[in-house]
């Protein structure tokens, strides 16, 4: 009986330590990146399971003018990712997704009318879903609307294919960027098979930014977004690569271990 006693005093203190152990080491594995939410990672790339992941990328929105001067910055932060990015195996298919934006959730079309509502234009003639609509910001003096002669033109992203072959033409299909004059008319593909992230009318609303990733089976947070520029006088979109060259280059600084 002293011997069994004996037994389960050294063996029960024993298993209770195995597991506090255990389990301090699986929480270790589960969550190594819980305390990365802040800060710059010295170690942003490890092994786990024989590949080599990525825990942190760069995080960026768009170019903003400094004021008083003709120049833009674009301010470079770090995120975290949500599953980490996997460098040595290919990433499984994930089918990429629009942006939504609920008020034009169901447009399927837009009737342009002039200021005694005469129909001007039909925007569309044919079947599809306006996922987005971008026009340029009123200006608002005293609370009310100032007339801007500088607001020509409008920007879409529109479906017109069910690319997902789900029976339905949605945010969850392929939309590509189209543009029109204020009045709906000039309608016209500037961008496609580029996931569009935001639009932003610039210099005095004569040409539009464009934030885009590039359409793949890759998870989006491991895209970064590129840009481009639409210059609506003179009819041009020029791709801005020099921006995603030197974003690349931070990327390769990011992945180095200290």
Not at 29 to 47: A, C, F, H, K, P
Not at 109 to 122: C, E, S
Not at 210 to 229: C, D, G, H, M, Q
């Amino acid at each position: 009986m002293k011997t069994l006693i004996i037994i389960n005093g050294i063996l029960i203190p024993l298993i209770i330590i195995i597991s506090v152990v255990s389990i301090v080491l699986n929480l270790h594995q589960s969550s190594y990146r819980d305390d990365t939410s802040e800060g710059v990672l010295t170690q942003n790339v490890i092994q786990k399971d024989s590949s080599l992941i990525q825990l942190q990328g760069v995080d960026y929105s768009v170019p903003e003018k400094i004021g008083g001067t003709e120049i833009y910055c674009l301010k470079i932060a770090i995120k975290t990712f949500d599953k980490p990015k996997d460098l040595g195996v290919k990433i499984g298919s994930i089918t990429p997704s629009l942006k939504s934006n609920a008020e034009y959730n169901k447009l399927v079309n837009i009737v342009f009318l002039d200021k005694n509502y005469n129909v001007i234009q039909t925007l569309l003639n044919k079947k599809a879903s306006i996922v987005d609509v971008e026009s340029p910001d009123n200006s608002i003096v005293d609370g009310v609307d100032k007339i801007d002669k500088s607001a020509q033109n409008l920007a879409y992203l529109i479906v017109f294919e069910d690319t997902n072959k789900d029976g339905v033409l949605d945010n969850k299909d392929n939309a590509d960027l189209y543009i029109s004059d204020i009045k709906g008319q000039g309608f016209t593909c500037i961008l496609k098979n580029k996931d569009v992230q935001s639009l932003n009318f610039t210099d005095n609303n004569s040409r539009l930014l464009i934030s885009y990733k590039e359409r793949t089976n890759s998870s989006k947070e491991y895209l970064n977004n590129k840009f481009a520029v639409y210059d609506f006088k003179l009819k041009d979109l020029r791709m801005l690569n020099g921006i995603s060259t030197e974003i690349g280059r931070i990327e390769k600084i990011l992945k180095q271990n200290n």
